[in-house]
């Protein structure tokens, strides 16, 4: 059984509110899970206390049975120092768009033949 550590979404709408649990993979994001290991409320100011809770005790329990942390808890992990930090690449980020790519190429014809136009 493959086990994940991720968020729960709760709360109403526009209004989230996250359970952090450990559950099986193959389950819903919403639906049944092992065991809840704390919460995560991303409307408080991300200085607050009660921002992320999480028993630490358990979640180091669920990390040695081999449950795979989801990006955004392992962060939350990362802060509180109960996992090493990993280094993350966005090789995409300082990557033009589409729209930006063809702008340049079409700005690059018209310079080409506006130099063509005058060295003739």
Do not use: C
């Amino acid at each position: 059984m493959a086990m994940k550590i991720r968020l729960a979404r709760g709360g109403s709408k526009k209004r989230p509110h996250y359970a952090i649990v450990a559950t099986d993979s193959r389950m819903p994001r919403d639906g049944r899970f092992i065991e809840k290991l704390g919460t995560y409320n991303p409307l408080l100011a991300k200085d607050s206390e009660d921002r992320v809770k999480l028993d630490l005790e358990r979640v180091q329990y669920w990390l040695a049975q081999g449950a795979q942390p989801t990006d955004r808890v392992a962060r939350f992990l990362e802060a509180t120092g109960a996992k090493e930090k990993t280094e993350r690449k966005n090789l995409k980020k300082g990557e033009p768009g589409k729209a930006a790519k063809e702008r340049a190429e079409k700005r690059a014809a018209r310079e080409a033949a506006a130099s063509e136009a005058a060295s003739e």
